[in-house]
Each structure stands twice: as C-alpha cells, then as structure tokens.
C-alpha cells in the first residue's frame, strides 16, 4: 500500500477498483480532486503506485495503491481488508474487466472455457465480491454510493464477443438487483453504460499525458478521433455520487456526440 500523506479522511473513502491509464485513473482523480481520500487496486501494483504519487501529488490528496485481483474471492477480501482499515467505503467504483486480445472477435468454437469463465469472475463476480465488503458499512451509515462501468455489451449481444458480453450482462443484472434492495436503505447504486472508445484524457490532465505518450496513434486519439476523454466521463462519475437522493439514476449511458452506431 502506498500513499502520499498519513491521515485519513473523515469524509471517507472512494474505492476504485479496476484502474488502468484511462478511465479508472481519470475517477480515481476526479474524486482526489473533491476532496476524497481514495483507494485505487488492480493487478500492476507498480503501475498503481506511480498513479497514486501522480494524483497525490498533483491534487494535494491521500490516494492509495492496494493490490487486487478481482477474479480471487480471497484476493478481494484481503485487499478491502487494506481498504477498510483506511476508513469507511462511501464511494464504490467497480471498474474492472477483462479486455479483450485486440479486440478482435473471437469465433464462439474457438472460446476457452478458462477464458470466459475469466471474463465472468472479472466483470461479474469481482463485483458481487466487491459489492459484499462495502454494503454493510453503507447499510449501517445509511448512505453510501456504488457505481459500475459497463458498455453497449452491456445491453447487446455481439457476434464474437461472448465472453465480455456475458460478464457484462451479469453485472448490469447486479446493479439492478442492488439498486432495488439497498436504495431504500440509503446506498445509491447506479450503473454507467459507455457506448464509445475510451481515449486518453483532453481535461486538465491530457498536457501530462500527452507528455507521457510516445505512439502517434495515442496522441490522435487525445486530439479528436471520436473516442471518449475519460476526465469528461469522470464527471459523471462524480455527478452521479452527488446527485439528490430525491431523483436517483440507476442507468446512465454516454456516448461520442458524432456516434451513429453502437460500440462495445
Ligand atoms: N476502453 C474502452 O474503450 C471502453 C469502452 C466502453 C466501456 N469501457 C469500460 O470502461 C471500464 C474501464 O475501461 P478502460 O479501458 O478505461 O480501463 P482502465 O480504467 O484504464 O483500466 C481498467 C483496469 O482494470 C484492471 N483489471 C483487469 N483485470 C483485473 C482483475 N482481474 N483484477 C483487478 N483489476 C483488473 C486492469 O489493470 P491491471 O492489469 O493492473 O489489473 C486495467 O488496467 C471497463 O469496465 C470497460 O468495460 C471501456
């Protein structure tokens, strides 16, 4: 585990789950920038460490690295172990997936049982695990928020894509269930439909990364392809937490304003 500052925040903690370089990184900074002490986990706990000195440093915020994979019941135990032991859980993100090889479809007689049963313990029952460590904390504050990142296959089944689609429906199943079991008690859960390609950030923090990026294919991304700036997506995120319990949403979906067809 590796942070910036020692002291924890009476507001509580977000908890990421699922951070890479695009969107997990651009929620794990929007909710620094509010004010939140924040966990960030995924597997590469090297790579964790280095976003978690960058946000630390450059949001003046507490920030986290804890290792996870979300694909161990065990391995996600220990982690919140490490997370709860910071504070209590007020945010939950669960971000993770299982991408896919190129994204190149895959015919269904080639599909590994490991492979897709993978794709499931990512997507699905990282979550429900996930899920399970934070609910009763929320439950007892009554108050609490848990998002889930899905996509269009969330929603549509897609020829060669059997295994993120599955893991994907199961997790938008998840998120329905918990919606209508916990909002009464307090705990917003909501589900964020992304029908696009995730580019790399535009905001605040796209000079930084630019500076990082070596590929050109990269830095066509950043200057307007018709991929989606994870900082912008991020906000969402971030509305989606404040939003007056009065009107809850359970199902968001964003998409490029120039999209004709649906992504993944
Ligand atoms: N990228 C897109 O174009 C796109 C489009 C639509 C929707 N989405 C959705 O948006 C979310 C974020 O996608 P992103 O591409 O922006 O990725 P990201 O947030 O940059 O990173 C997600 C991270 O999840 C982690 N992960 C994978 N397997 C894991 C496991 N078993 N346990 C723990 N962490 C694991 C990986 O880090 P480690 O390897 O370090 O574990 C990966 O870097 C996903 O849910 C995805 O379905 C993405």
Not at 19 to 38: D, Q
Not at 43 to 48: E, F, I, K, M, S
Not at 217 to 241: K, V
Request: aromatic share 8%; with cysteine; glycine share 8%.
């Amino acid at each position: 585990m590796r942070s910036m500052v020692s002291s924890t925040s009476s507001r509580g903690i977000a908890a990421i789950v699922g951070v890479g370089p695009k969107l997990g990184r651009s929620i794990a900074r929007k909710f620094a920038h509010e004010g939140y002490t924040v966990a960030i986990l995924a597997r590469d706990l090297g790579r964790l460490s280095r976003f978690a000195d960058e946000i630390a440093r450059e949001e003046m915020a507490q920030v986290f690295a804890i290792r996870i994979d979300c694909s161990e019941s065990r391995s996600v135990r220990e982690a919140f172990e490490g997370v709860l032991s910071l504070g209590f859980v007020e945010v939950l993100v669960y971000n993770a997936y299982q991408s896919v090889a190129n994204w190149q479809p895959t015919s269904f007689a080639d599909v590994k049982i490991d492979s897709f049963q993978k794709s499931i313990a990512v997507s699905s029952v990282g979550a429900f695990h996930c899920a399970q460590q934070v609910l009763p904390g929320m439950v007892e504050r009554g108050r609490g928020t848990i998002l889930f990142t899905g996509c269009s296959a969330s929603l549509n089944g897609i020829a060669g894509y059997s295994e993120l689609c599955c893991g994907k429906f199961a997790l938008r199943a998840l998120s329905q269930c918990l919606a209508r079991e916990f909002q009464p008690l307090g705990v917003h859960v909501a589900h964020v439909i992304i029908d696009g390609i995730i580019g790399a950030p535009r905001g605040p923090s796209a000079s930084r990364t630019l500076q990082q990026r070596s590929s050109v294919g990269e830095q066509q991304s950043a200057e307007g392809d018709g991929s989606m700036d994870p900082d912008t997506i991020a906000r969402t995120y971030w509305q989606l937490h404040i939003q007056n319990r009065s009107a809850w949403t359970q199902e968001i979906d964003l998409r490029p304003y120039n999209s004709r067809s649906y992504n993944f």
